[in-house]
């Protein structure tokens, strides 16, 4: 079967040297011209372009802008295989030739920083090179181009949208993400990989006075203050070693004026967990703690939470992700490794939750190899090598691409029928 299936590899990935050049074109063409959640009008109409070129049935306008591409060919699994579009409010500093300089009409910039854009090309040439080799293969492939990753509410969109009438099933879900890694490595990760993220708002209230007159305030300041060290101890003393969970206070806003004691305090908090039994036992403990520190301030109204940008757990399917590893490693040999959780977020596995579908997500090295190797030997990769989010993160395009489109076909084959 492994023989029968790299000789269906190889046949398909054959006509990758016919897609690289307007792959590539494409890639520098997206990367000038990033869009914002939810605002991917122009990177959509692109992409359904090209997947028309390729012979797909395409379904526009999906939770906003949200692109389908289906490939009907037989019976046979219906595989599902996803790309995010949206960019980030970045001022980009990488010095590419290009590079972005699009600004909004509100005066944000907005940059790939996070390396959707070599998401979306992949996919598409993984598209074509699939499109035009049907005799190889037999099922169905759904390549899905999702809006507002970064926000989080982009693949939840997209399925309250109706996204289950036009699919109708899926068999199985697959993605992948850009990482520092070095370019041409493929990493995956069985079980839990990217952790739930929790984004919450907490308004805590005081009684105002001037700041010359302290004994008629209640002081949210210090209630706040109060608040940020007591949540230290919530991973420290209530999460066991063996798990694992982040809570970071972000932000603590109150007052405007060094001589007026404000009314009232808002804290940012973010809360990355691996475990649904540990999230909520998280939650639960900010929240006691919150309004236990507002009774002992004596604050004059009880407190208030707003949950918002939620995430869930990343969670791969063991069976779906070994034998993705198992292909990967039969055409990629050892550039094809195994990585560890990160605590990174997605909301890619809203998409087959809502299917009931199995699911599995990797990783791609997008770092040069040799400035890789020149950091990893220094001891210096937290310092020298540009992650997620970086306003100078920027993928080398290849091997980056072909890796990327590579993945996308190897992963795809390894459940679609034999043609």
């Given at each position: 079967?492994?023989?029968r299936?790299?000789?269906?590899?190889?046949?398909?990935?054959?006509?990758?040297?016919?897609?690289?050049?307007?792959?590539?074109?494409?890639?520098k063409?997206?990367?000038?011209?990033?869009?914002?959640?939810?605002?991917?009008?122009?990177?959509?109409?692109?992409?359904?372009?090209?997947?028309?070129?390729?012979?797909?049935?395409?379904?526009?306008?999906?939770?906003?802008?949200?692109?389908?591409?289906?490939?009907?060919?037989?019976?046979?699994?219906?595989?599902?295989?996803?790309?995010?579009?949206?960019?980030?409010?970045?001022?980009?500093?990488?010095?590419?030739?290009?590079?972005?300089?699009?600004?909004?009409?509100?005066?944000t910039?907005v940059?790939?920083?996070?390396?959707?854009?070599m998401?979306?090309?992949?996919?598409?040439?993984?598209?074509?090179?699939?499109?035009?080799?049907?005799?190889?293969w037999?099922?169905?492939?759904?390549?899905?181009?999702?809006?507002?990753?970064?926000?989080?509410?982009?693949?939840?969109?997209?399925?309250?949208?109706?996204?289950?009438?036009?699919?109708?099933?899926?068999?199985v879900?697959?993605?992948?993400?850009?990482?520092?890694?070095?370019?041409?490595?493929?990493?995956?990760?069985?079980?839990p990989?990217?952790?739930?993220?929790?984004?919450?708002r907490?308004?805590?209230?005081?009684?105002?006075?001037?700041?010359?007159?302290?004994?008629?305030?209640?002081?949210?300041?210090?209630?706040?203050?109060?608040?940020?060290?007591?949540?230290?101890?919530?991973?420290?003393r209530?999460?066991?070693?063996?798990?694992?969970?982040?809570?970071?206070?972000?932000?603590?806003?109150?007052?405007?004026?060094s001589?007026?004691?404000?009314?009232?305090?808002?804290?940012?908090l973010?809360?990355r967990?691996?475990?649904?039994?540990?999230?909520?036992?998280?939650?639960?403990?900010i929240?006691?703690?919150?309004?236990?520190?507002?009774?002992?301030?004596?604050?004059?109204?009880?407190?208030?939470?707003?949950?918002?940008?939620?995430?869930?757990?990343?969670?791969?399917?063991e069976?779906?992700?070994?034998?993705?590893?198992?292909?990967?490693?039969?055409?990629?040999?050892?550039?094809?490794?195994?990585?560890?959780?990160?605590?990174?977020?997605e909301?890619?596995?809203?998409?087959?939750n809502?299917?009931?579908a199995?699911?599995?997500?990797?990783?791609?090295?997008?770092?040069?190899?040799?400035?890789?190797?020149?950091?990893e030997?220094?001891?210096?990769?937290?310092?020298?090598?540009?992650?997620?989010?970086?306003?100078?993160f920027?993928?080398?395009?290849?091997?980056?691409?072909?890796?990327?489109?590579?993945?996308?076909?190897?992963a795809?084959?390894?459940?679609?029928?034999?043609?």
């Amino acid at each position: 079967m492994m023989a029968r299936m790299s000789d269906v590899v190889q046949s398909v990935l054959a006509g990758i040297d016919g897609v690289r050049g307007w792959q590539e074109a494409l890639y520098k063409d997206l990367h000038q011209h990033p869009e914002l959640p939810h605002q991917e009008h122009r990177t959509a109409a692109k992409v359904a372009d090209r997947l028309r070129t390729s012979g797909c049935e395409v379904h526009e306008g999906m939770g906003g802008t949200g692109v389908v591409g289906i490939l009907r060919n037989g019976d046979g699994p219906r595989i599902l295989l996803r790309a995010d579009m949206d960019a980030l409010p970045v001022r980009e500093a990488t010095g590419l030739a290009y590079a972005s300089t699009h600004v909004t009409d509100e005066g944000t910039p907005v940059m790939h920083a996070c390396g959707h854009d070599m998401h979306v090309t992949a996919l598409l040439g993984a598209t074509d090179l699939l499109a035009a080799s049907r005799q190889q293969w037999s099922g169905t492939l759904i390549s899905l181009f999702q809006p507002a990753e970064e926000v989080g509410d982009g693949a939840q969109g997209m399925v309250d949208d109706g996204l289950r009438e036009v699919l109708g099933g899926v068999d199985v879900a697959m993605a992948q993400h850009v990482l520092p890694l070095p370019a041409g490595q493929i990493g995956t990760c069985p079980g839990p990989f990217l952790s739930a993220a929790d984004s919450m708002r907490i308004t805590v209230h005081g009684r105002g006075s001037h700041g010359s007159m302290p004994q008629a305030s209640v002081d949210p300041v210090v209630l706040a203050a109060m608040i940020v060290i007591r949540l230290q101890t919530v991973v420290a003393r209530e999460v066991a070693p063996a798990e694992t969970a982040v809570l970071t206070v972000g932000s603590v806003q109150a007052g405007s004026r060094s001589n007026v004691i404000p009314d009232h305090a808002t804290l940012l908090l973010n809360v990355r967990t691996y475990d649904e039994q540990v999230r909520m036992h998280v939650l639960e403990a900010i929240e006691r703690i919150v309004r236990a520190e507002c009774a002992a301030s004596g604050s004059p109204k009880d407190p208030e939470f707003e949950l918002y940008d939620r995430y869930s757990l990343t969670d791969n399917d063991e069976a779906t992700t070994a034998l993705v590893a198992a292909a990967f490693a039969d055409h990629f040999g050892e550039r094809a490794v195994r990585i560890p959780k990160h605590s990174a977020s997605e909301d890619f596995s809203d998409l087959p939750n809502a299917f009931g579908a199995p699911y599995t997500y990797w990783g791609i090295g997008g770092i040069d190899p040799d400035a890789y190797r020149v950091a990893e030997a220094a001891g210096r990769i937290a310092q020298d090598i540009p992650t997620n989010h970086s306003a100078v993160f920027a993928p080398v395009i290849q091997p980056t691409l072909d890796t990327g489109t590579s993945a996308l076909v190897v992963a795809a084959l390894a459940h679609l029928g034999r043609g």
